[in-house]
């Protein structure tokens, strides 16, 4: 059974900081693009960020760009969010997705809740 296990939300400040954290029992975790999706109350899932199995390359919402950062430790099969100077409007449930363009697998974590408030 393929687990995904989001941690590391919580309440953060606006212009604050906080990392979320997704650990993966994926066997080929190296072989799995890495991404972030969130979703906010009364809104769809949109995707946040994702970082490449093959070259590590990384690509962000406009929304999170230049603040946002999405890193993997492929050793520890963790993926990472850095989240630099929230806003309110980044308050979601953040979820771990694992997709694999090759078998077309694609595995969610169950989401972390992420709250930007003063």
């Known amino acids: 059974q393929v687990l995904l296990v989001e941690s590391g939300g919580g309440l953060v400040q606006p212009g604050g900081s906080l990392t979320l954290s997704c650990a993966a029992s994926l066997f080929s975790f190296s072989n799995y693009d890495m991404s972030w999706y969130r979703q906010a109350p009364g809104k769809e899932r949109e995707l946040v960020a994702t970082i490449s199995s093959t070259t590590g390359s990384t690509n962000y919402a406009d929304s999170v760009k230049g603040r946002f950062t999405i890193s993997r430790d492929n050793a520890k099969k963790t993926v990472y969010l850095q989240m630099n100077s929230p806003k309110p409007e980044d308050t979601a449930v953040y979820y771990c997705?694992?997709?694999?363009?090759?078998?077309?697998?694609?595995?969610w974590g169950q989401g972390t809740q992420v709250t930007v408030s003063s």
């Open positions: 997705n694992a997709a694999n363009s090759f078998s077309l697998l694609s595995y």
